[in-house]
């Protein structure tokens, strides 16, 4: 536990945190919609601060980030907690534990000891993973300030609901981020995210001018965020906001945790979507959750293979200083 940041008092201790975009305002003795900041005699505290719940080394494309130090290794850690309610959550059961089961858990892990992980495995990156990286900020902080010491890279991959200060203060040591823009519906938000789209329209936005390199991620569910319309806007957000040469990742959804009974996305709904993505001028679409399917990076100008992928492993990346060997069109990246 260590005292939070970002957080102000309102009087009658009560406060807000001025974290995440919820901006909850917490009596004493009570947490926030994360479940792990939690006022204390008048006092915002991180419960989870250094207790990780899941360490393992990734293939940094499957945060997934294709155009970002491709076939590199990273240490990837969570904490327990997250600010969405997404009912397909895919990692459930250690990102709602505080709710669920109302206690923290993990292994107590030190920043310094964290960065030494890395440096023994020798991974160059150090991803902040599998819950939401916002929620134990004051650890991913302090690890990214003692990893960039070092030359490793910290990532994020994240819901994309971080206020400005915060990011603003860890944007020095913060190298890229793969971020959920989870529909464009904003009803499709609010029921099935428990969060609002605008909010993270302007965080994703905040991201790019601060020049982290961005890719994004949506998890397509048929019937619930796969309008042409939507996808239309979404895509052109991407383009028109981000840029044509952000990567846009399509991944398919399979039934979990309170959406069970929903079948997994149809194959066809992927390739539409990618179509409109290509339509609305993106460069680099890839599909997920589809072995052997939208894995490869093709140059946009003369189609040269550039990277082949097989699941998450590299086979073969052919890009030369950052351009196509055929065309010597410059690709969109950090490579």
């Not at 900041?37 to 207790?51: D, H, T, V």
């Not at 076939?71 to 327990?80: D, T, Y």
Request: hydrophobic share 35%; charged share 25%.
């Amino acid at each position: 536990m260590k005292e939070a940041l970002y957080w102000e008092e309102l009087g009658d201790k009560k406060v807000r945190c001025n974290l995440c975009r919820h901006r909850c305002i917490i009596r004493e003795g009570k947490a926030g919609i994360c479940g792990v900041r939690k006022n204390l005699g008048g006092r915002l505290y991180s419960l989870n601060y250094a207790r990780v719940v899941a360490i393992h080394i990734d293939p940094i494309e499957k945060k997934p980030l294709y155009h970002f130090l491709p076939g590199s290794q990273a240490l990837s850690i969570a904490c327990v907690g997250c600010n969405f309610k997404c009912l397909f959550c895919q990692n459930w059961d250690i990102a709602h534990i505080p709710i669920l089961l109302g206690k923290i858990v993990g292994d107590e892990l030190p920043p310094e000891k964290v960065v030494a992980t890395a440096l023994k495995y020798r991974t160059p990156v150090i991803a902040y993973t599998y819950t939401e990286p916002t929620v134990f900020f004051e650890y991913s902080l302090d690890i990214a300030e003692k990893a960039v010491e070092f030359n490793i890279k910290n990532v994020f991959v994240t819901n994309g609901y971080i206020e400005e200060k915060p990011l603003n203060d860890i944007a020095p040591f913060l190298h890229a981020a793969n971020i959920d823009l989870k529909g464009w519906d904003k009803k499709f938000y609010a029921k099935v995210i428990g969060a609002r789209r605008d909010e993270v329209l302007k965080s994703i936005k905040h991201y790019k001018k601060l020049g982290i390199w961005l890719e994004i991620t949506t998890l397509l569910i048929d019937g619930y965020n796969t309008k042409d319309e939507d996808l239309e806007n979404l895509t052109r957000f991407i383009a028109n906001e981000l840029g044509e040469g952000t990567p846009w990742h399509i991944s398919r959804f399979y039934p979990a945790y309170k959406m069970r009974n929903v079948p997994p996305t149809q194959i066809e709904t992927l390739k539409r979507a990618e179509e409109i993505g290509k339509k609305n001028g993106l460069k680099y679409i890839y599909i997920g959750n589809v072995y052997g399917m939208g894995e490869e990076t093709r140059c946009p100008v003369c189609g040269e293979l550039l990277i082949k992928r097989e699941g998450f492993d590299l086979i073969e990346n052919r890009i030369v200083d950052g351009r196509c060997p055929r065309c010597k069109t410059k690709i969109d990246g950090v490579f």
